[in-house]
Nanobody
């Protein structure tokens, strides 16, 4: 299973970006999908998560500005980021709980994308 994140870049404060994360491989099912971020010198933190049924949760710092969504058919996770602020500067990582087909069984593991960098200038 591979997760490919994209969409990061440099934007001015108040601007918008849309991140995407595409999953590929021998996938049986994807349950929870989430975006995390890690700023220089800080711990990785949860930004937003979405269940297979579409229930979402957000970090308080991004509520009302960021929207997480998913396309189950295409196996793509999105993060629409509006009203970006310098404190949103970080590398953003996607994560998915994926069930894969094994020889005679199924296996569920957490997978991570490679990270996409978001820089917000003031």
């Amino acid at each position: 299973v591979q997760l490919q994140a994209s969409g990061g870049g440099l934007v001015q404060a108040g601007g918008s970006l849309r991140l995407s994360c595409a999953a590929s491989g021998s996938i049986f099912r994807i349950d929870v999908m989430a975006w995390y971020r890690q700023a220089p010198g800080k711990q990785r933190e949860l930004v937003a998560g979405i269940t297979n049924g579409g229930s979402t949760n957000y970090a308080d710092s991004v509520k009302g500005r960021f929207t997480i969504s998913r396309d189950n058919g295409k196996r793509i996770l999105y993060l629409q980021m509006n009203s970006l602020q310098p404190e949103d500067t970080a590398s953003y990582y996607c994560s998915m709980k994926v069930t894969t087909r094994q020889l005679i069984s199924l296996a569920t593991d957490d997978y991570w994308g490679q990270g996409t960098k978001v820089t917000v200038s003031s």
